[in-house]
């Protein structure tokens, strides 16, 4: 926006308004950035500046000056430039002139190669120089352009002009923007909105909103609930009703972020790379579409660490493009435009900042965290049986079994296949109490709807829980099949039942009580006690709408919109945006006030908020919910895993950055289908994926009805014993880590910090860490390099400039940091493992498990890792493992530990309610010297002794103790020689 105020000295300046100031509770000034723009006069005296924002949303900018700008210097004749300017440079930020008379061209025209954006907006769009000008865009066919537009906007000419007066309220502000003329022309088939509003309000010190909306016609807008940086100076800001497209500059080339997509970079390729987001039932592919998710969110990490976030807060179908200025392209076609800035002192923080205003991610309960076998293709109870059988007979730990839709009576919910599954009851609960495995149900939102014995259904018909056709389109378009109940205009499909398919509205709270009713029917009538469930298909999947069987939707606006999207174009077979879905003119809500185009991309969302209550309330335990489609704020309902792979080495290598992207999105119990999903896996890829996958925060092996068995436990009947001892051994250390890893979640749940994360989050001034993908961390003291290729011996891998120490199993310290190699001992030992200086991390005392209940019955050590200066931190988490509200209800302990330089150790019971405290056992010191050591626990004696063990030299203090019964504060010191 371009402001034109006369100051108080002479001279002519520009400035980039890039944050407000509150100074009193309803008045603000606006603070302004100087921009590369020829000083001819003493500076503008600088006023209070919003610091924290300049320095995230601004990037790198020359020096601060500041003016202030009364509501009242606001007024007609202001002109937002190009496209209304937000972005993480700015906080839609203006662009204010001293001295100048109201220019509408302040920015360079878009006619940099690095910054074009596409004029390419709609499906009648004859490609051509005479086209693309007579919508006052640019033309340049230049054969050398490979990537860049041919046929651009040209921003001086597209956007709105401020219009009216500035109205402040005690949060922020509104004005009201109009159209230009000149941007008139640009759509066809489409008519722009003549006046929108923006609003600005200010939620925290850190985190701001601004929205773009239509204020005549109420629009969709996600129904975010417990809600409480942008530079589009680049190009011309389009609102019309079917398409609304907005660009910005970014202040850096590090983003990261955006999905549910194949990325096979952690760190973006901005080279003009569109991506769509829109809900697909598409599993992990190598080309740009969009898997089953969407998460408009992206972090920005700037050259000095600090990093910012941005969500964009739409739920329609949309795309994002990258462009090499650096600059970001958003197109949407509904809803409004909904921003939240985030800005942290580094990446870390702006991802705790993003869940506190979206919600955090649920704990999961602690047996959830061993190990999980399943297939699709089970065909009857015994092979269910014998496969978990041989994985207990081998010694595979394991806790978690999944039975996929071969246990259902014809594919149907809230039923099982009594003959070939018979005594499935039984097998379910000997599994239970006999070898702590707990098991989780299949159940996907399809609904036979032409077998009058199926009272699921009818109940659900009563009770009005189906999605349905709109009024507007007739009996005769919506091509019912002949035995359905069409007097509700309920919409049908095909899924996986041998018959037409309905499909529950999660908007409505009827369908909440029905969805709860057959789940608890399931539960106690047919007496298959499950302990969490497994949502599948919930884009949602329909095999019926693909544009070549009977079934289709009629010809409308929503299902054929005239904007370009590539949430259609980018799929080989699909032509319209319900291909592979369900129509986007059906309706859901209450009283059908949502289109399906609308909402479409939260049905998993809505599904995993109905089922997670579901859960809690028919076991009375925590439990959890694993969905298969997500949006923003899943992570506080449901688990996710990266959906349908192939069994290929590239996969599993980019599983890496689905699981470190998913932890962005506020998403940490989240893991990809061990050895693949689709196809034969080999022995070595099996080998290596169980290794690794031994380390994704949910950890699960499975596969398709397709390929043969790949569990552990039958590659000693394949012939390849290796591969059981190596899944053994990775297991066996997971396990050992479990107290660490369920502490971790506690602090995502209530910090909202990342469980998996990059490199890059807990060094972000190290430009080393900017695009490693190929190894992770646990928090931020368990750091993982795994072999990730073919006949690979040795890892190329990177340690930070600090104190390391790898398990080899003995933990050493490490010499060397940097670039480095390592080297395979064994193919069956655990991948490399390294632990960070400066931690003090809880692991279980046994090394040898059997499922998590080995875990909780073992005492634990304090594994003691000095930095540097001799200290370090850690902490403990502990309930009982699977109650349903436990921090909230205070049934919980939690310990800090902290190592002081003078060889002495604290911990403390922060919190020490629950009655079943783990016992520690040990501390172990590990990088220490010396030959004796004498300790103390509260002044009094305890055992200690110093051993070495190939290399390592290690203080282990006995100390047996009780952390219920012994107090609120433990001091252990030591001295060695």
């Given amino acids: 926006m371009i402001l034109n105020v006369t100051p108080k000295i002479g001279g002519r300046f520009r400035y980039r308004v890039t944050a407000l100031q509150i100074t009193q509770p309803s008045n603000y000034t606006i603070a302004a950035a100087i921009r590369a723009a020829p000083v001819t006069a003493a500076p503008v005296t600088p006023t209070l500046v919003y610091n924290r924002f300049l320095r995230a949303l601004c990037g790198t900018v020359a020096p601060i000056r500041a003016a202030s700008v009364s509501a009242a210097a606001v007024s007609d004749g202001l002109v937002i430039a190009p496209f209304i300017t937000i972005a993480p440079i700015s906080i839609a930020p203006f662009s204010l002139v001293l001295d100048l008379p109201i220019v509408s061209n302040l920015y360079t025209k878009s006619n940099d190669l690095n910054k074009r954006?596409?004029?390419?907006?709609?499906?009648?769009?004859?490609?051509?120089?005479?086209?693309?000008?007579?919508?006052?865009?640019?033309?340049?066919?230049?054969?050398?352009?490979?990537?860049?537009?041919?046929?651009?906007?040209?921003?001086?000419?597209?956007?709105?002009?401020?219009?009216?007066?500035?109205?402040?309220?005690?949060?922020?502000f509104e004005i009201d923007l109009q159209l230009k003329d000149t941007a008139k022309s640009l759509l066809k088939s489409m008519q722009q909105i003549d006046k929108l509003r923006l609003k600005v309000d200010y939620l925290t010190e850190n985190i701001l909103r601004f929205k773009i909306f239509d204020p005549k016609v109420k629009r969709y807008e996600f129904p975010l609930q417990n809600t409480f940086p942008f530079d589009t100076s680049i190009g011309g800001l389009i609102f019309s009703d079917q398409l609304l497209h907005i660009s910005t500059y970014l202040p850096t080339k590090h983003i990261y972020g955006f999905g549910e997509n194949t990325h096979h970079s952690l760190k973006h390729n901005i080279n003009y790379k569109t991506w769509n987001l829109f809900s697909r039932g598409e599993g992990p592919d190598d080309g740009v579409i969009n898997l089953y998710g969407v998460h408009p969110f992206y972090t920005g990490l700037e050259s000095d660490g600090k990093s910012h976030g941005i969500l964009f807060l739409n739920s329609n179908a949309m795309e994002y493009t990258l462009m090499p200025e650096p600059a970001l392209s958003l197109k949407t076609l509904g809803g409004v435009l909904d921003f939240f800035v985030f800005v942290g002192e580094n990446p870390e923080e702006v991802i705790q900042l993003y869940t506190s205003l979206?919600?955090?991610?649920?704990?999961?309960?602690?047996?959830?965290?061993?190990?999980?076998?399943?297939?699709?293709?089970?065909?009857?109870?015994?092979?269910?049986?014998?496969?978990?059988?041989?994985?207990?007979?081998?010694?595979?730990?394991?806790?978690?079994?999944?039975?996929?839709?071969?246990?259902?009576?014809?594919?149907?919910?809230?039923?099982?296949?009594?003959?070939?599954?018979?005594?499935?009851?039984?097998?379910?609960?000997?599994?239970?109490?006999?070898?702590?495995?707990?098991?989780?149900?299949?159940?996907?939102?399809?609904?036979?709807?032409?077998?009058?014995?199926?009272?699921?259904?009818?109940?659900?018909?009563?009770?009005?829980?189906?999605?349905?056709?709109?009024?507007?389109?007739?009996?005769?378009?919506?091509?019912?099949?002949?035995?359905?109940?069409?007097?509700?205009?309920?919409?049908?499909?095909?899924?996986?039942?041998?018959?037409?398919?309905?499909?529950?509205?999660?908007?409505?709270?009827?369908?909440?009580?029905?969805?709860?009713?057959?789940?608890?029917?399931?539960?106690?009538d047919l007496d298959l006690k499950f302990d969490s469930i497994w949502i599948d298909m919930n884009e949602p999947y329909?095999?019926?709408?693909?544009?070549?069987?009977?079934?289709?939707?009629?010809?409308?606006?929503?299902?054929?919109?005239?904007?370009?999207?590539?949430?259609?174009?980018?799929?080989?077979?699909?032509?319209?945006?319900?291909?592979?879905?369900?129509?986007?003119?059906?309706?859901?809500?209450?009283?059908?006030?949502?289109?399906?185009?609308?909402?479409?991309?939260?049905?998993?969302?809505?599904?995993?908020?109905?089922?997670?209550?579901?859960?809690?309330?028919?076991?009375?335990?925590?439990?959890?919910?694993?969905?298969?489609?997500?949006?923003?704020?899943?992570?506080?309902?449901?688990?996710?895993?990266?959906?349908?792979?192939?069994?290929?080495?590239?996969?599993?290598?980019?599983?890496?950055?689905?699981?470190?992207?998913?932890?962005?999105?506020?998403?940490?119990?989240?893991?990809?289908?061990?050895?693949?999903?689709?196809?034969?896996?080999?022995?070595?890829?099996?080998?290596?994926?169980?290794?690794?996958?031994?380390?994704?925060?949910?950890?699960?092996?499975?596969?398709?009805?397709?390929?043969?068995?790949?569990?552990?436990?039958?590659?000693?009947?394949?012939?390849?014993?290796?591969?059981?001892?190596?899944?053994?051994?990775?297991?066996?250390?997971?396990?050992?880590?479990?107290?660490?890893?369920?502490?971790?979640?506690?602090?995502?749940?209530?910090?909202?910090?990342?469980?998996?994360?990059?490199?890059?989050?807990?060094?972000?001034?190290?430009?080393?860490?900017y695009e490693i993908q190929e190894q992770f961390m646990w928090g931020r003291s368990v750091l993982i390099s795994p072999f990730l290729y073919e006949k690979q011996t040795e890892v190329s891998a990177y340690l930070p400039n600090d104190i390391w120490y790898e398990i080899l199993p003995q933990i050493v310290k490490v010499k060397q940091t940097g670039k480095i190699t390592i080297k395979e001992k064994s193919p069956t030992d655990p991948p490399p493992v390294h632990l960070r200086g400066g931690s003090i991390i809880p692991m279980s005392v046994s090394s040898v498990h059997i499922n998590t209940n080995t875990v909780r019955q073992s005492a634990i050590n304090l594994v003691v890792l000095p930095d540097v200066k001799s200290e370090g931190l850690g902490d403990l988490y502990w309930d009982d493992g699977e109650s349903i509200d436990t921090i909230e209800n205070g049934n919980y302990n939690y310990y800090s530990f902290e190592l002081l330089s003078n060889s002495s150790l604290v911990l403390k019971a922060k919190h020490n309610n629950y009655?079943?405290?783990?016992?520690?056992?040990?501390?172990?010191?590990?990088?220490?010297?010396?030959?004796?050591?004498?300790?103390?626990?509260?002044?009094?004696?305890v055992s200690a002794l110093i051993d070495r063990d190939d290399g390592s030299t290690r203080i282990r203090i006995q100390l047996n103790l009780n952390t219920k019964k012994s107090g609120d504060q433990w001091v252990v010191n030591w001295t060695h020689n």
């Fill in 117 to 172: 954006l596409d004029c390419y907006l709609e499906n009648d769009f004859e490609f051509s120089k005479t086209e693309c000008e007579k919508r006052g865009c640019n033309w340049d066919n230049d054969p050398e352009l490979i990537d860049s537009p041919q046929c651009y906007i040209n921003t001086d000419k597209i956007g709105y002009n401020l219009f009216g007066k500035k109205v402040e309220s005690e949060k922020g």
């Fill in 358 to 524: 979206i919600g955090r991610q649920f704990l999961p309960p602690f047996w959830s965290l061993g190990f999980q076998i399943t297939r699709y293709g089970f065909k009857n109870t015994e092979q269910v049986k014998n496969t978990l059988e041989r994985n207990i007979v081998a010694k595979v730990p394991l806790d978690v079994t999944y039975l996929d839709i071969d246990y259902m009576n014809r594919f149907q919910d809230f039923t099982y296949d009594k003959e070939n599954f018979k005594g499935l009851p039984q097998l379910i609960s000997w599994l239970k109490n006999d070898h702590n495995i707990h098991t989780t149900l299949m159940l996907s939102p399809a609904i036979l709807g032409n077998d009058s014995t199926y009272n699921a259904f009818s109940d659900g018909y009563d009770n009005d829980v189906y999605i349905k056709w709109p009024k507007y389109v007739n009996t005769s378009e919506q091509h019912n099949p002949p035995d359905v109940r069409t007097d509700k205009s309920v919409l049908y499909g095909k899924v996986w039942p041998d018959g037409p398919v309905a499909f529950p509205d999660f908007f409505k709270p009827a369908t909440h009580k029905w969805w709860t009713k057959w789940i608890q029917y399931t539960y106690k």
């Fill in 542 to 769: 329909d095999f019926a709408f693909d544009g070549t069987s009977r079934d289709y939707c009629p010809r409308n606006k929503l299902d054929n919109p005239p904007a370009r999207i590539q949430s259609i174009y980018a799929y080989e077979n699909y032509t319209k945006l319900s291909d592979g879905t369900i129509c986007m003119c059906s309706i859901q809500g209450e009283n059908g006030e949502y289109s399906h185009s609308d909402v479409h991309s939260l049905y998993g969302l809505t599904e995993s908020i109905a089922t997670q209550k579901t859960v809690r309330e028919i076991t009375g335990k925590r439990g959890y919910v694993l969905s298969r489609s997500t949006y923003v704020s899943s992570g506080r309902y449901t688990a996710h895993w990266l959906g349908d792979n192939i069994a290929e080495w590239s996969q599993m290598r980019d599983s890496i950055i689905g699981v470190l992207e998913f932890n962005l999105f506020g998403i940490s119990f989240v893991g990809a289908d061990i050895c693949g999903f689709f196809h034969e896996t080999t022995p070595e890829l099996c080998r290596r994926w169980l290794q690794m996958g031994a380390f994704y925060p949910f950890s699960r092996n499975h596969n398709e009805i397709h390929p043969s068995d790949q569990d552990p436990a039958v590659w000693v009947e394949k012939g390849h014993p290796e591969v059981t001892k190596a899944a053994i051994n990775a297991l066996n250390l997971r396990y050992t880590l479990l107290p660490y890893l369920y502490t971790l979640f506690y602090r995502s749940h209530t910090m909202g910090q990342t469980v998996a994360r990059p490199l890059v989050h807990e060094f972000p001034t190290d430009t080393n860490t």
């Fill in 915 to 941: 009655t079943n405290a783990p016992k520690v056992e040990e501390i172990r010191v590990y990088g220490t010297k010396g030959t004796e050591v004498l300790a103390t626990l509260d002044g009094q004696p």
